[in-house]
């Protein structure tokens, strides 16, 4: 198996912008979130600094210096590291693709919420779903 052409890190409050940009496209074209207008640099790194402060991971991923992905938590050996049981997964529905990455990642879907958030005027299903932690 060849190497990955990106590498994981710890975010930091520099990369705000990125991550924001990212997170625009998203709010702009999918039900991934609810929020429906875009989010300036400094709301996102407000959101950064509070998981900072909390102790928690925050990750981008990088492809030839450029950042191409972020997570709120890290790798499930990260999530060893807080004295945690169970992580939780709530997916806008319909959404295949994040589906199978939990699923290939052993979460169980364990509920649903029907018609609980409404963006590009439709009502949008959310589910939940769940793995034990080790």
Do not use: C
């Amino acid at each position: 198996m060849s190497a990955p052409d990106f590498a994981i890190r710890d975010a930091t409050l520099t990369d705000a912008v990125a991550v924001a940009a990212l997170y625009n496209h998203y709010i702009a074209t999918s039900t991934s979130t609810f929020e429906v207008e875009p989010v300036d640099t400094d709301t996102m790194a407000s959101r950064m600094r509070d998981l900072f402060d909390g102790g928690y991971p925050y990750l981008v991923a990088e492809k030839s210096g450029v950042v191409v992905g972020y997570a709120y938590t890290a790798l499930f050996e990260r999530l060893q590291d807080f004295p945690l049981h169970a992580a939780l997964a709530l997916i806008a529905l319909p959404n295949p693709g994040s589906v199978a990455l939990h699923e290939g990642f052993g979460f169980t879907r364990v509920g649903l919420l029907p018609e609980v958030g409404r963006k590009f005027n439709r009502w949008i299903d959310v589910g939940y779903w769940h793995r034990r932690l080790p």
